[in-house]
């Protein structure tokens, strides 16, 4: 069996998180994590949110470890990994697939190229349902100003792994949200100056 990832960031947010999900997705039924990554919010997560179905997705390379979660932790709300790149067409036929009423995603906008960050939101403005809700963790710049040293630094060594990776504007995510009919409900401060952003969409 593969040997499970594990990040420790995903063990110290996991709980911060849960408190406002809980709220969030209360009367969800289809919840799309987008970049699952090591498996280990989904796991925590669906336990939490036994009313909505959690589905997982990631990259291939992502897959394995994902699943090893999952076979560790079941949870018969959980799904196993999607295919997704936000790049290409997202793997949901509105014929077959059930309805997505929520999307999660964390700490994944920073990591993407700006390119994929308005792909993700294309995505998210397709395929979300009317009144569905959508929740971003991560770390964010806001008027252009770091909330932190620890986020300069941490933005220094994002570039230096990949140049188009950066943390993202408070205000140019908002507006690509709002292109695709969202509005932000709540913007929350989290733990090691991060943020939960909760968007819904319009009718």
């Not at 949110?49 to 949870?75: C, F, M, R, V």
Request: net charge negative; charged share 15%.
């Amino acid at each position: 069996m593969t040997s499970l990832p594990y990040s420790q960031s995903c063990e110290n947010n996991k709980a911060a998180i849960a408190a406002i999900l809980e709220d969030a997705f209360s009367q969800s039924t289809h919840v799309l994590e987008v970049g699952s990554g090591t498996g280990q919010h989904a796991v925590h997560f669906a336990k939490l949110l036994p009313h909505a179905i959690w589905q997982t997705s990631d990259q291939l390379e992502y897959h394995a470890g994902i699943n090893a979660w999952l076979t560790k932790s079941p949870s018969s709300n959980l799904r196993q990994p999607w295919l997704l790149d936000v790049l290409k067409p997202w793997p949901i036929d509105p014929a077959t697939t059930p309805l997505i009423d929520s999307i999660f995603s964390a700490n994944t906008l920073h990591i993407m190229s700006k390119e994929m960050v308005s792909a993700f939101f294309n995505g998210v403005g397709k395929h979300l349902s009317a009144q569905g809700q959508l929740c971003i963790y991560g770390p964010f710049n806001y008027q252009g100003q770091y909330s932190s040293d620890s986020n300069r630094n941490f933005d220094g060594w994002l570039a230096a792994q990949n140049p188009q990776s950066a943390i993202r504007d408070f205000e140019w995510i908002t507006a690509l949200a709002a292109e695709q009919n969202l509005s932000l409900i709540a913007d929350f401060s989290m733990p090691a100056n991060n943020r939960l952003l909760h968007f819904e969409k319009n009718r």
